[in-house]
């Protein structure tokens, strides 16, 4: 018995090896790189793109001109969200109406729109009290949020080599942090850095929640009801709150030209970001997305090479490519969902009806009439085929009828030859007989 299992143990490795072998020499490089995957990528790092737009600008605003007012730039984003998305709700008939989702949902949508302008004021507000190297580092947290929230709300099941990815990008992340401490660029204040810190960890944890939100509505509602929603309840609570704590420093901008441009900058910036993010947390998800922006850093970096002066180091070349090895590694391996849960199971048919609604109709109940209509042509094609189907059969049962009744036909006719054939035979002998009598006399 003790040397049998150590051959089992032998087995199970030799098996286990060849099947890492079987599969390394299985694996085919364009099923992994697709031009799907080049397609997330490249839109994941032009939102990347925009953020850095954002930051610049920011940047400029605050150091150049003096400006501090995020909850002024964060309304100019969500007034162009109301302006552009909220009037396409208006025009809508059915359930897709803004009035019908206000009554159905106008409260969740108002959770959304504070969770949202909160995480935008949190970091912004975060920079006034710690560094720009923990924001950076903390800011990281909204991808084991983002990961959990996905896990128990919209039943994303991750595999290892996920998680291997999410790794990855981290340590790209800390290159890029470790390369700002080598080059001196520790910038930010330090009044208070648990403050900062609680901030940063707070906005990403609601950056988290708007984005399992999106996620979900995207997906299974539609990108037009989110951005309209998030922008009509974003202005009125960015409104609200720069009233209250913005007014004076609101008051006290020297107006030019200058800040005019800057603001106009960052504000389409935004609207782009918010624009076009539905489009690839649906063409992906809502954790791949917050991996390729994680890139946004090392844009602004490269930019500030230029036009900030910072100082340039290799780790910066190094953290981008990790990083981007992470991300085509997370998306290399798509990530399935709970099929034992009735609300992912059916959430890819809703996914599909929210896709019509985006792709061919602006009008979600043109789109249902369009698939009504779609499915009375193929139930009247399949009753059709069925009345074929029958009067083939009835043809088919008439012919073997017909067969039966002449086999029927036939089987009396033997009985009565066979019945009919004795007496037949008897009145044959007897005419014989009486021939014979007659022959003799």
């Not at 949190?122 to 720009?132: D, P, S």
Request: hydrophobic share 40%; charged share 20%; proline share 3%.
């Amino acid at each position: 018995m003790a040397t049998k299992q150590p051959e089992d143990a032998c087995r199970d490795t030799s098996c286990e090896s060849r099947g890492l072998m079987e599969r390394i020499r299985k694996f085919n490089p364009k099923g992994v790189f697709t031009w799907q995957l080049a397609k997330t990528l490249a839109m994941g790092q032009g939102l990347a793109g925009l953020i850095c737009g954002t930051a610049i600008t920011s940047q400029y605003l605050a150091t150049s001109f003096h400006v501090n007012t995020p909850m002024l730039q964060s309304f100019f984003n969500y007034a162009l969200l109301c302006v552009t998305y909220t009037p396409m709700l208006l025009c809508r008939t059915g359930n897709g109406n803004i009035l019908q989702i206000l009554k159905r949902r106008w409260w969740k949508y108002l959770l959304l729109g504070l969770v949202d302008v909160e995480a935008n004021y949190a970091v912004v507000k975060a920079y006034q009290y710690t560094t720009l190297t923990s924001i950076q580092l903390l800011d990281c947290f909204v991808v084991p949020v983002l990961m959990f929230l996905s896990w128990w709300f919209l039943k994303t099941r991750y595999r290892p080599v996920h998680y291997i990815a999410i790794c990855i990008c981290l340590l790209g992340v800390g290159a890029m942090v470790g390369a700002d401490l080598l080059a001196g660029r520790d910038q930010g204040s330090t009044s208070n850095i648990l403050l900062g810190d609680g901030l940063v960890l707070l906005s990403a944890s609601l950056y988290a929640v708007s984005n399992v939100c999106q996620e979900y509505t995207v997906k299974n509602l539609s990108r037009v009801e989110f951005l309209g929603m998030v922008g009509l309840f974003g202005t009125i609570i960015s409104t609200i709150q720069m009233v209250i704590l913005e007014r004076h420093e609101v008051a006290t901008i020297q107006w030019s030209w200058q800040i005019g441009l800057l603001l106009s900058a960052y504000a389409l910036c935004m609207y782009t970001l918010y624009s076009c993010m539905p489009i690839v947390v649906k063409l992906s998800s809502a954790t791949s997305v917050n991996l390729s922006l994680l890139t946004a850093d090392l844009f602004s970096l490269f930019c500030g090479i230029f036009l900030f002066q910072y100082n340039f180091s290799g780790l910066y070349l190094v953290s981008l490519v990790v990083v981007l090895i992470g991300f085509i590694a997370f998306n290399a391996v798509p990530t399935p969902a709970d099929r034992s849960d009735p609300a992912a199971s059916s959430s890819s048919s809703s996914s599909s009806s929210s896709s019509i609604c985006e792709e061919g109709y602006d009008n979600p109940a043109a789109a249902h009439i369009d698939v009504t209509e779609r499915e009375v042509a193929v139930s009247i094609i399949a009753e059709e085929e069925q009345q074929g189907g029958g009067g083939r059969e009835e043809e088919e049962e008439e012919r073997q009828g017909g067969g039966g009744r002449e086999k029927e036909e036939e089987r009396t006719k033997a009985k009565k030859r066979r019945a009919s054939g004795p007496s037949q035979n008897l009145q044959r002998g007897n005419d014989d007989e009486d021939v014979g009598r007659s022959t003799k006399m």
